[in-house]
Nanobody, 123 residues
Framework: QVQLEESGGGLVQAGKSLRLSCAAS????????MGWFRQAPGKEREFVAA????????YYTDSVKGRFTISRDGAKNTLYLQMNSLKPEDTAVYYC????????????????WGQGTQVTVSS
């Protein structure tokens, strides 16, 4: 079992920054692939970024490349999403999720999810 808890969401103006954190606990993270997804009202949950926990390889959806950075602190078992130059279209509930032995960017392939944290960007 894996437990995930997100924090760091809030209300910010366009152009500002936020850093989301996801504290992970439970089983060992060898083979873990950790991702950030988001879901805006009336829309499907979409992939934002993912990271290979051991190798550190990262992936981003095109709309956030150059603005968002995913990273991890292995000692703290914490995943981060630094979000810069935020836009109103980034408004959504952001979820941290974990899959094992896959590099999928599909939400259905992730086994463990946090409760989500709201990010609202005003224009």
């Amino acid at each position: 079992q894996v437990q995930l808890e997100e924090s760091g969401g809030g209300l910010v103006q366009a152009g500002k920054s936020l850093r989301l954190s996801c504290a992970a606990s439970g089983r060992a993270f060898n083979g873990a692939y950790m991702g950030w997804f988001r879901q805006a009202p009336g829309k499907e949950r979409e992939f934002v970024a993912a990271l290979d926990w051991i190798g550190g390889k990262v992936y981003y959806t095109d709309s956030v490349k150059g603005r968002f950075t995913i990273s991890r602190d292995g000692a703290k078992n914490t995943l981060y999403l630094q979000m810069n130059s935020l836009k109103p279209e980034d408004t959504a509930v952001y979820y941290c999720a974990t899959a094992f032995y896959t590099e999928s960017h599909k939400a259905d392939d992730y086994d463990y999810w946090g409760q989500g944290t709201q990010v609202t960007v005003s224009s």
